[in-house]
């Protein structure tokens, strides 16, 4: 459901945020 483009749940609108790289590895 999350876009990596899109604002994740921090709120910083970033191709792929360190939140992100946290949950999934660098994709």
């Known amino acids: 459901k999350k ?3 899109n ?3 921090t ?3 970033s191709p ?3 939140t ?3 949950k ?3 994709q």
């Open 20 to 22: 992100e790289i946290s």
């Open 11 to 13: 709120g910083s609108l």
């Open 7 to 9: 604002k994740d749940d």
């Open 16 to 18: 792929v945020s360190p």
């Open 24 to 26: 999934v590895p660098n």
């Open 3 to 5: 876009n990596r483009a």
